[in-house]
């Protein structure tokens, strides 16, 4: 008889989500998460292995359900799109419920997590998902007229830029600091 679980794995993926969002990889431990789970120990390795296995499916349903990308690849504007784009990051990061937390995702590109494969697997392939929307708006920027730059090369700084708005959001950075620099940033690259 297969055992049944009494508790929802997609609901406690979800708080271990927030968990390692909010408080870094580093700084939770095991019984972090059993505290904000209310799982117990056995339960939680028999469905989800241990913290770095639990970290690795955490990482990866971030990327897939949180990251905002999905309004840049689907918007044909150009630098509009783009400037949106990271008007919504700065907003995101900077208000609301949270704010000061950064993204899981560059917070992952900081930490020692990083050099686990299977994570760097994940923070490589957001990242290409990022330069990838970006440089499809750019490409039509450059077709409308918008701008005379490289869309690959822009697309490469813009994507650092997005993830240093990520970092610096957490370390308590003021949002109409961050907000201007992302206008100038993508004013260097707007046709004069």
Partial sequence: MPDV?????????????????????????IQDIVDATGLNRSSLYSTFGGKQDLYRAALD??????TQLAPLEQDDRGLPAVTDFFHRLVDVRSSGEHAGWGCLISNAHA??????????AVLDRQ????????????HTARRLGQIDTDPEAAASVLALLAH??????RAGA?????????????????RR
């Fill in 5 to 29: 679980k009494h508790f929802d794995p997609d609901a406690v993926l979800d708080t271990v989500v927030r968990l390692f969002w909010q408080r870094g990889v580093a700084t939770t431990g």
């Fill in 61 to 66: 349903r971030y990327a897939r359900e949180r």
């Fill in 111 to 120: 930490g020692a997590e990083n050099e686990d494969p299977e994570v760097r």
């Fill in 127 to 138: 990242h290409r998902r990022l330069h990838n929307a970006l440089r499809q708006a750019l």
């Fill in 164 to 169: 240093a708005v990520n970092l610096r959001s």
């Fill in 174 to 190: 003021d949002a109409e600091h961050l907000r201007a620099t992302v206008d100038a940033a993508i004013a260097m690259i707007a």
